[in-house]
């Protein structure tokens, strides 16, 4: 057991530019969360997996947000167009149908 | 909507202190508890859980008991050492959402000073 793993653990990026995260959960969870922290809160909920397949969207995720899980496994969070707004620290969690969740280490986005 | 109300800090505490970090919530279902840590530039750990009322939860020395009558859930620890500094957030997911996601609390600040 490896942990949930995140990377980059930070990017730099310029208004306008596309950005990828990339999230890989404890091997086995069936579900993987996506969550925001913006400076001095507490993370918000974005979205989530069950398997491959996207259940629910928070109404923080723009249409320039996507995300995606193929075969279940790995997740890539994007984000066209980023604007500053966007600056943020992205944390992706794992779990094993409804138990505990386990957070990766976190991707911290600047938009200059 | 389900909520989580945490006491602002940051709270200062002198090493070998007792710590008490305020914890309530809202709730439309049947939530379980839990306090995760975040140490600076990091994500964030589970430091413990409850699931059910009176449950009490412990991990570390800290503990927190769930308090159904007064929707609260506190953290507690006897005796804080520096190794303690982090930010503490309170969060809950409940049960009548079958995503079970988890709603935070803003955190709390916590500073111990040796």
């Known amino acids: 057991d490896t942990g949930v793993s995140q990377d980059p653990r930070h990017k730099i990026t310029k208004r306008g530019q596309n950005v990828t995260f990339r999230c890989d959960p404890i091997s086995e969870h069936n579900r993987l969360y996506w969550y925001r922290q913006t400076l001095g809160q507490g993370p918000e909920f974005l979205t989530y997996?069950?398997?491959?397949?996207?259940?629910?969207k928070s109404r923080l995720l723009s249409d320039r947000f996507s995300a995606e899980r193929p075969k279940g496994s790995f997740s890539t969070l994007e984000i066209q167009r980023t604007e500053q707004g966007d600056s943020a620290m992205y944390l992706c969690?794992?779990?094993?149908?409804?138990?505990?969740?386990?957070f990766g280490p976190g991707t911290r986005l600047t938009v200059l | 909507g389900d909520s989580v109300t945490q006491m602002e800090g940051p709270v200062t505490l002198s090493e070998e202190a007792f710590l008490t970090i305020n914890c309530t919530y809202t709730a439309t279902g049947y939530p379980s508890l839990f306090w995760y840590v975040q140490y600076p530039g990091e994500g964030l750990q589970l430091l413990l859980k409850?699931?059910?009322?009176?449950d009490k939860g412990s991990n570390k020395g800290f503990e927190a008991t769930y308090r159904k009558e007064t929707t609260s859930f506190h953290l507690e620890k006897g005796s804080v050492q520096v190794s303690d500094s982090a930010v503490y957030f309170c969060a809950l997911s409940d049960l009548v959402d079958s995503s079970y996601k988890l709603i935070f609390g803003s955190g709390t600040r916590l500073l111990v000073r040796p």
């Open positions: 409850a699931t059910k009322a009176d």
């Open positions: 969690a794992s779990s094993f149908r409804s138990d505990t969740q386990y």
């Open positions: 997996f069950q398997n491959e397949a996207q259940l629910e």
